[in-house]
């Protein structure tokens, strides 16, 4: 199935992905911490997944994290766990 996953597709994986985020079904949102026009990620979700997408590439693929794998790592990102300095 490519460029489309279903619910089933995705039971069993943390992680998944398709082709076209733009098939998804989901609200898009970009972080507000995200200047106008910079390069920056954006999130949309269901029950089953979190969906992430480059923001410059809205048809391009988008990752599909399970919630609680997204939910650790925006834990480890509140925490610090990936600053550089």
């Known amino acids: 199935m490519a460029g489309r996953r279903s619910k089933e597709a995705f039971e069993g994986a943390d992680v998944n992905h398709v082709d076209r985020a733009s098939d998804l079904a989901v609200q898009w949102r970009k972080s507000s911490r995200s200047a106008q026009g910079s390069e920056c990620v954006e999130?949309?979700?269901t029950a089953e997944f979190t969906a992430v997408r480059?923001?410059?590439?809205?048809a391009g693929p988008a990752l599909l994290l399970a919630p609680?794998?997204?939910g650790s790592f925006v834990g480890s990102v509140k925490s610090g766990r990936f600053?550089?300095?």
């Open 83 to 85: 600053d550089l300095s």
């Open 68 to 70: 609680s794998v997204f």
């Open 43 to 45: 999130v949309g979700g």
């Open 54 to 58: 480059d923001s410059k590439a809205p």
